[in-house]
């Protein structure tokens, strides 16, 4: 994401050297990739900006953070239609790219493997292979796509409430671990006549997760081998299907895509992962509320209107995943949702920037983890609380890690993962994917 925003700036101010204030603060969102900044400022100054490209180039990204897929597909339409010599090449194909996940997620197949298949027709008699092969890869995906139909969430005009149960776990290797919030959520979803639970997981992208095993037995039609994933542990290759329907409470979510993993036995030693419903019923239904103490989840049918401390969360430029506009003291903080998370934690850019207070205040300890991909043997310090705040809420978790690595690391733009020991500090917490905000109770 750094380098598709960092050329496109570079670009706009070669263009505007001079530029007036408004453009110069677009541009400093654009190049440090601080969304949440840009939509609190651009209200404010969009009338003023002096440059066209840098007005669409900006709601582009602004319609794509905080999903309004509608919108950023037309956005992008305009910004490569009519400032791709200004944006260059690089860009436009950097664009195209998350244009087509969007697409993607409506279930648009043959319009977004058309866009992608014109371009490669267009460039691949002039640039090298490399310049297309993520492009490349994506048409593919579309291509195993085309005869399917849209995905589509199917409900009453009711509430869908469902239970579900919080299991604590213990990873092999980790039997000591002294933390109290190794859960997760499992919620039941039947799909080709058999229940079975699934974990609840705002972090995993797309429709749902399954291995090989279960994936047989629900029923997945394969539709694409040699599906590179990105897992927690690293990448690695499984399949992608289709789950003709699966059924969510008095809800039924048709035509789902549906990510298959290989056996690995060295992770399913660790933890044996086997079904998981990712996002994107969520993002359909538009709002989710989790109220762990009654241990239930409702999709309400009315929704939250939107805080008055406005949007705190986004999706990465071409992402899955979701992050939350979070505070420790006066500093924000960028954290992943991810109630696939058993804990919560701080990551290497927490810890570069607070070293000192950490090195002082924590216990340093280890511990394996990983996901698909591989196993990872991290290295943390445990602090004994940290305060935080969203919105204008604040909360505290308790024994929270802070990892860290004795090698450089390269800036990130998050700061850690609010997990299910941030769920298990409230009454009710509401995600609604509209507007883009969690509020917590």
């Given at each position: 994401m750094k380098k598709i925003i960092l050329t496109c700036v570079i670009t706009l101010l070669c263009i505007s050297g001079f530029a007036q204030s408004a453009d110069e603060q677009i541009a400093n969102c654009l190049n440090t990739a601080d969304f949440f900044l840009l939509e609190e400022v651009y209200p404010n100054i969009e009338n003023e900006i002096q440059t066209p490209m840098l007005k669409t180039f900006a709601e582009s990204l602004l319609y794509t953070s905080f999903n309004q897929t509608d919108l950023a597909i037309a956005a992008i339409d305009s910004l490569i239609l009519l400032y791709q010599e200004e944006i260059g090449l690089e860009n436009v194909r950097n664009m195209l790219i998350p244009q087509s996940w969007l697409l993607l997620r409506k279930g648009e197949y043959q319009n977004g493997y058309n866009r992608l298949n014109s371009f490669i027709e267009a460039l691949e008699p002039h640039v090298p292979d490399e310049f297309l092969a993520d492009v490349k890869g994506t048409r593919k995906l579309f291509e195993a796509l085309l005869d399917e139909e849209k995905p589509q969430l199917i409900r009453p005009d009711a509430d869908c409430i469902i239970p579900f149960e919080i299991d604590t776990f213990k990873i092999k290797g980790n039997e000591s671990d002294t933390l109290i919030n190794t859960t997760l959520m499992f919620v039941p979803v039947i799909a080709n006549g058999i229940e079975e639970r699934f974990i609840f997981d705002t972090g995993c992208g797309g429709g749902i997760f399954l291995s090989q095993e279960y994936a047989n037995r629900l029923g997945a039609r394969i539709k694409m081998d040699s599906l590179l994933i990105l897992g927690a542990g690293g990448r690695g290759y499984g399949q992608m299907g289709i789950l003709d329907s699966l059924q969510v409470g008095n809800m039924t979510f048709k035509n789902v895509v549906t990510t298959i993993v290989p056996p690995n036995p060295q992770i399913d030693t660790l933890y044996q992962v086997n079904a998981v419903l990712?996002?994107?019923?969520?993002?359909?239904?538009?709002?989710?509320?989790?109220?762990?103490?009654?241990?239930?989840?409702?999709?309400?049918?009315?929704?939250?209107?939107?805080?008055?401390?406005?949007?705190?969360?986004?999706?990465?430029?071409?992402?899955?995943?979701?992050?939350?506009?979070?505070?420790?003291?006066?500093?924000?903080?960028?954290?992943?949702?991810?109630?696939?998370?058993?804990?919560?934690?701080?990551?290497?850019?927490?810890?570069a920037n607070h070293k000192?207070?950490?090195?002082?205040?924590?216990?340093?300890?280890?511990?394996?983890?990983?996901?698909?991909?591989?196993?990872?043997?991290?290295?943390?310090?445990?602090?004994?609380?940290?305060?935080?705040?969203?919105?204008?809420?604040?909360?505290?978790?308790?024994?929270?890690?802070?990892?860290?690595?004795a090698e450089e690391i390269q800036p990130r733009f998050d700061s850690g993962s609010l997990g299910m020991a941030f769920i298990h500090l409230f009454n009710k917490v509401t995600i609604n994917f509209d507007n883009m905000f969690v509020e917590v109770e």
């Open positions: 990712g996002e994107e019923i969520m993002v359909f239904a538009s709002e989710v509320q989790i109220l762990p103490q009654e241990k239930k989840i409702v999709f309400p049918v009315n929704k939250t209107p939107l805080p008055s401390t406005g949007k705190n969360m986004l999706r990465v430029l071409g992402g899955d995943a979701f992050f939350l506009k979070t505070y420790y003291g006066d500093e924000r903080l960028i954290m992943l949702f991810d109630t696939g998370d058993a804990y919560s934690g701080l990551n290497e850019n927490f810890y000192e207070f950490v090195e002082i205040n924590g216990t340093k300890g280890s511990r394996t983890g990983g996901g698909f991909g591989g196993v990872i043997e991290k290295e943390f310090y445990t602090l004994p609380s940290l305060p935080f705040r969203i919105g204008n809420t604040p909360f505290e978790i308790s024994h929270i890690n802070v990892e860290f690595s």
